[in-house]
């Protein structure tokens, strides 16, 4: 199998192996010429497609294409059936370069998949149209999750954070606690997936705990210092972790507070908050746990954003200067020492 890129996600990993896996599979002793079979893609051993694949192999190239299905551990992120082309180099027999696309369909929608690879790294990808949250998928994948023996699923729903590159296709917040509620709902309240996080966190994301953030739950440092006021937002560093407390005014931040955290419910700061609820009251917590999160009735009241502060674009100017410093640092190390 091949290796790819360990920054990109699963899927990528997934979708990539669907159409390299046959490729992979011949020898170079007999890299020539054309192979038609049934075809059980897998990866590590987990099936994530079938179908009647179509090879043509040549000294220098390939070329594979696929109409057949998706199933296993790629069914949850991509269910359906479909085909898939697959055109590359080779060097000593395996893929060097591919380009991969593929379009599969439901009894609801088709997407198009599109992949580059070089050496084994995924260069290109886009799904078309973009992946929507879709309850089913993802209470799938939880499955899937559990079927591997994964025993701690860390969930969070994603917003349009400033450095977001699409901010397009994030969730508000009404969207993202009717998604928990539809995705738990397939599962018992929760109860049928195990989640390295708190019930009441789970139970924050579906609606049913008005929580403020606590941004200074999840601290970040990087190699700029401890960054203000969490990982999602860069707005200043600190030198030590007793200036980072003591010097950011916390309450600047949070959902309410500041306009760049209205569709924030991200763990990073909202764990800390659901952690501190359950050490001050126990019973509720192992109410969550026995009964599993609510999925239905009303939400608790949603946090007024009346009185939040503008948001305050200060990111990149803090990066500048961070690095300037840097530079300066590594040029004065560099100065040869005086006689
Ligand atoms: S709400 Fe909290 S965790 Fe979310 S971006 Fe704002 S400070 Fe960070």
């Known amino acids: 199998m ?17 159409a390299l896996a046959a490729v992979a599979a011949i020898s170079p002793a007999s890299a020539q010429g054309r192979l038609e079979a049934r075809y059980v893609a897998s990866l590590a051993g987990i099936p994530i497609g079938s179908g009647r694949w179509v090879v043509e192999i040549a000294d220098t190239h390939y070329a594979a294409e696929v109409n057949g299905s998706t199933t296993g551990l790629l069914h949850a992120f991509t269910g359906g059936e479909g085909s898939t082309i697959a055109r590359g180099t080779l060097n000593a027999g395996r893929p060097a370069s591919s380009i991969y696309a593929a379009t599969i369909s439901t009894s609801k929608k088709t997407e198009q998949v599109n992949l580059t690879t070089s050496n084994g790294d995924v260069k290109d990808f886009k799904v078309d149209p973009p992946p929507d949250a879709d309850p089913e998928r993802v209470a799938r994948f ?10 701690g699923i860390t969930v969070s729903p994603g917003y349009a954070y400033e450095r977001a590159p699409d901010q397009a296709h994030f ?20 109860r049928a997936w195990s989640f390295s996080q708190s019930g009441l966190f789970l139970d924050f994301l579906a609606g049913n705990q008005e929580y403020r953030c606590t941004p200074w739950g999840n601290p970040t440092r990087n190699v700029f210092g401890w960054q203000r006021p969490c990982y999602l937002l ?12 003591e010097e950011t005014d916390w309450d600047a931040y ?14 990073s700061g909202y764990e800390a908050t659901a952690v501190q609820d ?29 009185r939040q502060r503008p948001a305050s674009y200060v990111f990149s100017g803090h990066v500048q200067q961070k690095l300037a410093e840097i530079r300066i640092t590594q040029a004065r190390a560099e100065e040869p020492a005086a006689p």
């Open 2 to 18: 091949l290796a790819l890129s360990k920054t990109i996600t699963s899927k990528l990993l997934l979708t990539a192996a669907v």
């Open 142 to 151: 939880f499955d899937q999750a559990g079927a591997l023996g994964i025993d």
């Open 171 to 190: 969730l508000t917040r009404a969207r993202t606690k009717q998604l928990f509620r539809d995705i738990f709902r397939r599962g018992r309240g929760a």
């Open 234 to 245: 860069g707005e200043g560093y600190a030198s030590s972790f007793r200036q980072l407390m």
């Open 254 to 267: 949070g959902t309410g507070n500041y306009e760049k955290c209205a569709d924030c419910m991200v763990h």
């Open 278 to 306: 359950a050490v001050r009251h126990p019973l509720k917590a192992l109410s969550v746990s026995f009964r599993g999160v609510r999925t239905e009735g009303a939400m608790a009241q949603e946090i007024s954003l009346k």
